[in-house]
């Protein structure tokens, strides 16, 4: 097996999340300089988009699903914190978050399962 299938999953999720009318936005690091935004890092401590997120994914830097749902509802998370309720850029993360999590919570614990099969600790629970 090339992929845990965790990790297959979790791909699935994020191909839905970039194909969403809004994915686009998420998809690249946040460049402050370009956006004329300097006091972006002052305010979000750890940034996040999805395409680090596929990055760290495929390279095994994220280790578990838990690891995998964090970052992506941070991604959203430091969108929301940085702009206000009204900004379009506020509305596109809140939207994503709760579609990502609409695909996500069904999902979870088959997802967290195959991930303890990979580690070694058996099924049941």
């Known amino acids: 097996m090339s992929k845990a ?7 699935q999720i994020w191909k839905l999340l970039k194909q969403h009318k809004s994915g686009w936005v998420f998809m690249t690091p946040v460049d402050a300089d370009k956006l004329g935004i300097p006091d972006y890092h002052v305010i979000i401590k750890r ?5 680090t997120i596929k990055a760290n994914l495929d390279k095994g830097v994220i280790s578990t699903p838990e690891q995998f749902k964090e970052d992506v509802i941070l991604t959203f998370q430091n969108a ?6 009204s900004h379009d850029v506020h509305l596109m993360a809140k939207t994503l978050r709760e579609y990502f999590l609409s695909k996500w919570d069904p999902q979870e614990a088959m997802i967290q399962e195959k991930w303890r099969v990979q580690q070694g600790g058996g099924g049941g629970g």
């Open 80 to 85: 929301m914190t940085y702009n206000p309720e």
């Open 47 to 51: 940034p996040m988009d999805l395409g």
């Open 5 to 11: 299938e965790w990790v297959k999953k979790c791909s």
